[in-house]
């Protein structure tokens, strides 16, 4: 384990960005957010981003290649460049888990190569979260804040920052950083874990199980009565998809401007009217239907599919964000049995 004080961030910083690309989250006016580190740029101390790292390796949009036609001759041009290494810093405990949800979809074959080409490239330095808000439920997921998955796993304290490789990855990184940092025990992070979990003992949500879901769930709630009630409100702007660290859904489209055809993707939502839509029409006609496809996505689906590991983390976003305060802490509470 190495640390290095709290005043000297800044060269941390700039140690790692003269290797790679640093991002970290930084204030905004609409909240904290994943950007480039540059001299002057400081560390946010908000507990979560807005929207999450997930944007690093499954962009929002993104251009998957181009083809040209000349009667009928088709060529397909490749148009990815290889991708910068780069760090991301101050991923936390919830967010470092949805990757490992994203990886079971894009790294099973067939792999999706344009993910894996990112994550192949990014190294991933976690923080611990000294200060969980109300919002926070990853402990119902079995994640714990006080000491997240990453490949540098980072604890903060009043006077230092506390790094542990947990990869080789990191491994290699941090000891690229061995003369601006110094070798430590691992004490005080001891006593920061303990204070942080004693913390999180006192959340609003921190009885909150998920022992009423899993596999072998789909008969038990799919016809439930209770996606009536709960989906009634829902607008279906498809918020809480967009702000979710482990959603993955997207849509293919092309582009044609007449000289050659454009393929991208970009992001789409299981709450849109549209989504999955085919020539023979939608096979989700009601809010209802897609409300529940969301959440039993979540909770059930997913879980079935992937030995048990859930497609929540519990970062809260999503409760922070919808306009109609639904979201899956009140579903699991309704469905479950503990409304």
């Given at each position: 384990m190495r640390k290095i004080a709290i005043t000297k961030l800044n060269d941390l910083f700039a140690a790692i960005a003269a290797q790679q690309s640093l991002y970290l989250p930084v204030d905004t006016a609409?909240?904290?957010k994943f950007e480039q580190w540059s001299d002057g740029v400081q560390l946010s101390d908000a507990l979560n981003t807005v929207r999450s790292p997930k944007d690093f390796f499954f962009p929002q949009s993104e251009d998957l290649m181009k083809f040209k036609t000349e009667g009928k001759k088709i060529e397909i041009i490749d148009i990815r460049d290889e991708h910068e290494d780069f760090v991301i810093f101050g991923v936390r405990a919830c967010d470092v888990r949805a990757f490992a949800v994203l990886d079971n979809v894009f790294l099973s074959d067939p792999v999706d190569t344009y993910y894996k080409n990112r994550r192949d490239h990014g190294v991933i330095m976690s923080m611990a979260c000294n200060k969980p808000v109300e919002t926070c439920?990853?402990?119902t997921f079995d994640i714990d804040a006080a000491d997240p998955e990453g490949d540098i796993v980072c604890h903060k304290t009043d006077d230092a920052l506390y790094l542990d490789a947990k990869t080789d990855k990191g491994a290699a990184l941090l000891e690229s950083l061995s003369a601006i940092t110094e070798d430590c025990d691992n004490s005080a992070v001891e006593a920061q874990k303990s204070l942080i979990k004693e913390r999180l003992s006192?959340?609003?949500?921190?009885t909150l199980t998920k022992d009423a879901f899993g596999e072998d769930k789909t008969q038990k709630y799919f016809d439930a009565p209770e996606w009536k009630e709960?989906?009634?409100a829902c607008l279906g702007c498809g918020t809480c998809t967009f702000v979710c660290p482990t959603c993955q859904c997207y849509d293919i489209?092309?582009?044609?401007?007449?000289?050659?055809?454009l393929r991208y993707r970009c992001w789409d939502s299981c709450m849109y009217s549209e989504f999955t839509k085919m020539s023979a029409g939608q096979p989700r006609l009601t809010q209802v239907e897609r409300f529940r496809q969301r959440f039993m996505h979540?909770?059930?689906y997913y879980p079935e599919r992937y030995g048990g590991l859930f497609s929540c983390v519990g970062c809260g976003r999503c409760l922070a964000k919808c306009p109609i305060r639904m979201n899956i802490v009140k579903v699991m509470k309704k469905l479950g049995g503990n409304d």
């Open positions: 609409a909240g904290a439920f990853c402990g006192k959340l609003p949500l921190a709960l989906s009634e489209r092309d582009l044609d401007n007449g000289r050659e055809v979540k909770l059930v």
